[in-house]
């Protein structure tokens, strides 16, 4: 019976805990422009708890690396 009401117990914690954010890929975010952008808006409007989060940093990967491609294709490349 203890097993049971300790097992419960954890359950219910797992339930309650909150849900991670979804960790994008790079090429996931190059994709997705509106999904880019949004999450680049939150990284630089928190930049002290967000910086250094994944999400933020595939994010501003993603960001250079489109960067990169469309500068090769303004200079003829």
Do not use: H
């Not at 019976?1 to 979804?22: E, H, I, N, V, Y």
């Not at 975010?29 to 949004?38: H, N, P």
């Amino acid at each position: 019976m203890r097993w049971f009401l300790s097992g419960t117990a954890m359950l219910f914690l797992a339930a309650c805990s909150p849900q991670a954010d979804k960790i994008y890929t790079v090429d996931e975010l190059m994709a997705d422009d509106a999904l880019l952008a949004r999450i680049i808006g939150e990284c630089r409007n928190n930049p002290g708890e967000l910086r250094d989060t994944p999400n933020c940093r595939n994010a501003e990967a993603a960001d250079g690396k489109l960067r990169l491609e469309r500068m090769g294709k303004s200079l003829g490349g």
